[in-house]
């Protein structure tokens, strides 16, 4: 579904909510913590936009309905439904969330997708970083874990798509200079790597935006939040799914954190990968 279909469909949702809930506008805007106009301009038929994720999650929390539904990626959970999506999911980490991934970002385009890596970003892997990573720690097949990377970068370079992603500087270093897990990547191999992240983060900024914090202040498991449709927390061989609307919450306040945090930020970055490629030779 193309972005203008699905704010097209909330709106049509988000009537329906109003319809029923028997406010008048003035009333149902307040419910949500939002002003009149604010909520008229989501209604307006000119607008191109699905609101702020936490106006989403208000209007779902608020009036008893399910965020899938009222972005249109679900039929279940309709008015009067009183659906209340599963809490949290804990299954082992397969092929099968890897497409799953690719469908909860397809699904989240027009919203922030906030996202932690475990080692570095999947959508700027090189294949040798990815068959390296794979041969550590990969079930199924090499070429799928690198075909699911380049889908990674062509869902980011979709129209719409807003991407932010936080790693330690500690992290990124030890992978340039070949320590701990990369001991074992070839030295060119880890500069082209180098070489190809500044190459796209040029070319995908500002939809893409690399933030780097010091690892010697805090700490970070790897996590995605999908706007304000889920996030999946990855825990080794084991990934959690968070549905709940206050859980999606303080994940997205602790990624924020991370960005206050941060000691180089996308505009830096191109300098600070040219420093290690450097640090490399």
Known sequence: MKLQERVTLFQQRLQQVITQSGMNRSSFASSISVDRSTLSQLLSPENVRLPRADTVASI???????????????????????????????????????????????????????????????????????????NRYGSGKVDQSVRDNQLLLLQQRHPGSELETSLSLQSLRSFALGQGIWQGLKVQSRIEQLQRMIVLTDELYP?????????????????????PLRATLFLGHLYVVVNSIEHIRKLTVRFDDLIRMAIVHPHEIHKTLEGLIDECQ
Do not use: C, M
Request: glycine share 8%; no cysteine; proline share 3%.
């Open 60 to 134: 779902a929390e608020k009036h008893q309905i399910s965020i899938d539904w009222l972005l249109g990626l679900t039929q279940q959970g309709s008015l009067g439904a009183n659906i209340v999506p599963e809490a949290l999911q804990v299954d082992d980490y397969s092929t099968s969330i890897l497409e799953k991934y690719l469908e909860w970002y397809r699904e989240a385009i027009g919203y922030k997708i906030r996202y932690v890596p475990t080692t570095l970003p999947d959508l700027l892997k090189t294949e040798a970083v990815a068959e390296y990573e794979f």
């Open 207 to 227: 939809g893409f935006r690399w933030f780097l914090y010091d690892g010697k202040e805090t700490y970070s498991s790897s996590f995605t939040i999908f706007g």
